[in-house]
């Protein structure tokens, strides 16, 4: 896949002026604050390219990133394990400044400047095409904010200085949806060949067929998300879109980082993992479900698993003898610390030796100039399985899924060459593993190839659509939610303080379940 390098000349300007200027937690702030440029003496190409930067997560030290990620999504969906303290996740404690770092961070540097693209660019012919992709980028965006918190300020979020308006209404995940899904079809067929270049994109290099096929993939994560809640939506907007998705490992969308811009560009993943902000790298470890789920089938994903690779707590240096032997890859178990209660300490488990022992992520993957996965074709693939299995529409159901195994299997190879699987062994493991318990075994897929892609936002979401994998919840003594597996964030407490503060009244008081960590958004029906 050919993608533009994220070069930082240029962009650490564009990325000062649309996201320090409105980065803070005040909401009336973010929304109003027209930035330093305007229609006549900007190109929104650059700011486009800083939407595409920002989606893989904060420039302020990977702030959502690390706490919505991989704190709480990747471990309450034990593909990660971790006994820092601070960890809050798999022990399903609310930590409110955690569970509201992804909306501060995403109204500020997410929402801001893909509405600016939008806004810009929607009544000038010069950017017909970047206005498009910009549409399906905006729904990206948003699709995530609202899966992970239900309601939210959408028509109106980052429409202050185009509105002259303080407060922004919540809107109904349900209308979200609807209109999410209608932008996207309607964008997708209005790019046009003929018109511009979309030169600031740092994910297809402008390759407009490219731009079609992720945005009918995204139509079918959206479209696949209704399945609880509106199953005849779910299956006419997958009937639209099914085989015209991603066709290849090629046309994987991810972004590139650069190691020379620090914070600003740098693989938010990678400087969480590498410890730059605490212990990470020597606490933070795969899960034994995980790490037990390849080892059962002999997935050759194991590869994503190393031992040894931190050999002390305050030593932030790989091991470069580290261990790869499949054999000897031990995952952490969940709801560990490192206290005194003998239920809940680490090293009283009976899986204890050393803590490097315990498997970490393969260095291949968390580079700081490696990539961040925002959309694969394995996981198109897999939804696709889904909905021919659901709907008989498509090819047959064992199609997509042995391609989207085999893809989710070949795809490492893009983080790294050290982590790539050849085809003759995808073939055999595919062979091998033919569809035989239909959703279950798509759904154990989807999360398999999005822990090893590191998208645990995705891991989650799909879990609390499906059910699969069926995790076993961790039982820890001060757990917030019962014992139960949190199903969304609750809403920043900061909204209460600000313009927004009926609307937030208003949405907390329609959550089923209550504004809460086992509260359901919308589609996710009980």
Known sequence: MKTKSLKIMGLILFAGAAIFQSCTKDFEQINTDPVAYGPTNFDPNFTFSTAQLTY????????????????????????????VSYWAGDKYLNTPWYTSAYWERAYAEQVKPIVDVVEVTKTNPKYKNLHQVARIWKALVFARLTDLYGDIPYSEAG???????????????????????????DAVSKLDAAADQVSGDVIYDGNLDKWKRFGNSLILRLAMRLTKVDEATAKAYATKVIGKTLQGNGENAFLKHDESGARVTQNRNSQVLLGDGGQEHYYVKWSDTFINALKSKNDPRINVAVSKLWMSDGVKEMNPNYVSDPAQQKGMPNGKDLGNNPAYRIGSHPSYTTMPD???????????????????????ELLSAEASQRWGIGAAASTYYKNGI??????LGQYDPALAITDAAAEAYANAHPLTEGLKQIGIQY????????????????????????????????????????????????????????YYKAAGAAIPGGDNLTGRVWWDKQ
């Open 56 to 83: 893989t997560g904060s420039i302020d030290f990977a702030y959502e990133t690390w706490r919505a990620n991989l704190i709480y999504a990747g471990t309450m969906m034990q593909g990660l394990s971790s006994v």
């Open 358 to 380: 315990y498997s970490s992520p393969h260095p291949g993957m968390i580079k700081r100039n490696g990539i961040t996965f925002i959309l694969t074709y394995s996981e198109s």
């Open 406 to 411: 085999k893809s989710g299997i070949t795809f």
């Open 159 to 185: 429409q202050g200085y185009y509105m002259k308006n303080l407060s922004t209404k919540y809107d109904k995940q349900q209308d979200i949806y609807m209109d999410m899904l209608k932008e996207l079809e």
């Open 447 to 502: 999360w398999v190839h999005q822990n090893t892609a590191l998208n645990f936002y995705e891991s989650w979401a799909n879990w609390r659509r499906t059910g699969f994998p069926e995790l076993v919840p961790i039982v820890y003594s001060t757990s917030d939610t019962q014992g139960q597996i949190p199903r969304r964030f609750p809403y920043p407490v900061s909204e209460a303080a600000n313009s927004n503060a009926e």
